[in-house]
Structure formats: C-alpha cells, structure tokens
T-cell receptor, first 111, second 111 residues
Framework: EAQVTQNPRYLITVTGKKLTVTCSQNMNHEYMSWYRQDPGLGLRQIYYSMNVEVTDKGDVPEGYKVSRKEKRNFPLILESPSPNQTSLYFC??????????FGEGSRLTVL | QKEVEQDPGPLSVPEGAIVSLNCTYSNSAFQYFMWYRQYSRKGPELLMYTYSSGNKEDGRFTAQVDKSSKYISLFIRDSQPSDSATYLCAMSEGNDYKLSFGAGTTVTVRA
C-alpha cells in the first residue's frame, strides 16, 4: 500500500529538548516536504527536498532543520523547541502529477 | 493579504443539501487548482484536480475555476454525513511542486 508514515503521532515535550519527527514514504517519490497546520492559517510549508541531499526552506523554516540522506526518509528536527512550535505537522511526498500524499500527522505540544 | 483566501466556515447543512465552498486568490500565475479533503485526525487527501477554467465533475463533486475572477469553487451535491470533513483549496504555478493552501472550511452534514 502506498503510504507516508510519520512518527510519533503525538508528542508532548518541554522547551529546549531536541526532538526528531521521522517521515518515510514507499512510493519512490523524489519530492518531499514538511508542513505545519495551525487554526486559521492552514497548511504552511516548512522545508522541502527535491531529491537526496537537496533541501530548501519553505515559508516558515525558522527553528527547524531537515535532512535527506535517503530517498525514502525525510526527518524534521527541532533543535531547541519553543512553545510557538506547538502545532500539527504533516510530512508529504509528491507524485509525478503534482498530487501530495500526506502522512497522518504528528501533533506536537511544547510546554 | 494572504495569497489564497478561503471562506472560513464552519458550515453545517442537512443531509441531501448542496454544499458550496469557495476560495479566491491573488497570484495570477496559479495554473493548477486542487481540493483536498481532511477527516478528523487524518492527513489531507486529494479530492479534485483541475488546470483549466470551467467545471470538472466527479460523481457528486464539481470543481469550478474562474481564472478571470481568480475564484474557485467546490460543490457537493446530495451531501452525506460521510462528507463531514475539512476541505482545503490549494493551487500552484506549475513550475515546481510548491502548493499554496487556503485555511480550510469545516463542513458538517447532519443526518
């Protein structure tokens, strides 16, 4: 089954404690991206990757890092989380027609 | 001003009613228009995709694009309780895979 898998689905952490949200896709897509979803603001792109070792900033990259060492994996790293990064995060991979395939989301709370 | 504005809702309609969802945009370079559906605690999934002005039908769903007015709509006929979800419009220029999303409209169809 074609899917995008992200973990953890739910996480509560404290300010400053580094965390990583993993993302993996099994569709051999080259383009992957991370979004955050906040009420009233919709989905905003954090980072994207056009291929292995090629990443670039989206619209709201501050406080986040990513890496793309393998085609299937695209982890999101919060080096020093802050409360304003409390949000619902989605990883997505993009098919040849431009359709985004989303993971089920990771709800992060930073205290 | 946001690049994509979506009627915020929420909308509550009786079963069988027609649901009308709308988005306006400011970027005249947008060429591809999509509607995503997002069920509670799930990632968005592609519902409709179109790249030309006019109407596109898929079962009970009709997507309408008016590029001259920078306005897109989604109509759901004979709405069902299973249509209860958040609907997100999205659009792109087509020269890359970057999408701009509306904030989403939450629809509840009452049985």
């Amino acid at each position: 089954e074609a899917q995008v898998t992200q973990n953890p689905r739910y996480l509560i952490t404290v300010t400053g404690k580094k965390l990583t949200v993993t993302c993996s896709q099994n569709m051999n897509h080259e383009y992957m991206s991370w979004y955050r979803q906040d009420p009233g603001l919709g989905l905003r792109q954090i980072y994207y990757s056009m291929n292995v070792e090629v990443t670039d900033k989206g619209d709201v990259p501050e406080g986040y890092k990513v890496s793309r060492k393998e085609k299937r994996n695209f982890p999101l790293i919060l080096e020093s989380p802050s409360p304003n990064q409390t949000s619902l995060y989605f990883c997505a991979s993009t098919g040849a027609t431009g359709e985004l395939f989303f993971g089920e989301g990771s709800r992060l709370t930073v205290l | 001003q946001k690049e994509v504005e979506q009627d915020p809702g929420p909308l509550s309609v009786p079963e069988g009613a027609i649901v009308s969802l709308n988005c306006t945009y400011s970027n005249s370079a947008f060429q591809y228009f999509m509607w995503y559906r997002q069920y509670s605690r799930k990632g968005p999934e592609l519902l409709m995709y179109t790249y030309s002005s006019g109407n596109k039908e898929d079962g009970r769903f009709t997507a309408q694009v008016d590029k001259s007015s920078k306005y897109i709509s989604l109509f759901i006929r004979d709405s069902q309780p299973s249509d209860s979800a958040t609907y997100l419009c999205a659009m792109s220029e087509g020269n890359d895979y970057k999408l701009s999303f509306g904030a989403g409209t939450t629809v509840t169809v009452r049985a």
